[in-house]
């Protein structure tokens, strides 16, 4: 029972926070607003972290029994799982235009893209080759290593957000379908989703 409403709470956030880039949402309010929806991202951004704040403040308070600690040859793993993610996002980041990210690059020039790129194509080059969403697998990696101690109310909110993470993704990715057609899902036959399987795979075995 202590848990429900942390469930509760990091539950509805996750699903507010979807809705509001859903296609349902952002045609009805592209139809709406016009030539103002170039402000939608920004403003979607900055009620997602405001919302965001209040639920690292209080809804990350350990609670329940300790179930894992990362310690002694573990913390090895830790660090290298640290600088993986911190890679991904760094490599990411370079491939991503950020002030469309931030919701900058719409208002300047009215158009808004799923994807990142600043032509709002579909690169697949550099880390992109590897995973489709580099940022996407580096929070995952730092959900699972933020704490040092992983106590039952850790591992409640890090499998809510790992599940959230996962199923955002899948539905970004039939918008982007619907956006690039045939050139994403070429994209996607050749590169893994998160974790680049399909990489390892062709330098292991040369498919």
């Known amino acids: 029972m202590e848990f429900i409403l942390l469930i509760i709470l990091w539950c509805a956030w996750c699903v507010i926070h979807s809705a509001m880039i859903s296609l349902t949402v952002t045609n009805y ?8 929806f170039r402000f939608y991202r920004l ?16 809804g990350t308070e350990p609670t329940g029994q300790l179930l894992f600690r990362w310690a002694g ?36 020039s009215g158009k808004s893209y799923l994807s990142l790129s ?18 996407y697998l580096a929070a995952i990696l730092f ?3 933020r704490y040092s101690d992983i106590y039952v109310s850790t591992l ?4 809510i957000l790992t599940i959230y993470i996962g ?19 070429t994209y996607r036959e050749k590169v ?5 399987f399909k990489w390892i795979v062709s330098k292991l075995f040369g498919q």
């Open 156 to 159: 409640v909110v890090n499998i």
């Open 73 to 108: 040859f573990s913390l090895i793993f830790q660090f290298l799982l640290a600088i993986t993610g911190l890679l991904l996002f760094l490599f990411g980041a370079i491939k991503y235009d950020m002030l469309q990210l931030l919701g900058i690059r719409q208002i300047q």
């Open 167 to 185: 199923i955002g993704t899948i539905l970004e990715e039939q918008k982007l379908i619907i956006e690039h057609g045939d050139h994403y899902r």
């Open 192 to 196: 893994s989703m998160l974790f680049p």
């Open 43 to 58: 403003f979607y951004n900055i009620i997602a972290l405001i919302t965001l704040i209040p639920l690292l403040i209080s």
């Open 143 to 145: 959900i699972w290593i």
């Open 118 to 135: 600043k032509t709002g194509d579909i690169d697949t080059s550099g880390v992109l080759s590897l995973t489709r969403h580099p940022w």
């Open 29 to 36: 309010l592209k139809n709406k607003l016009g030539g103002r």
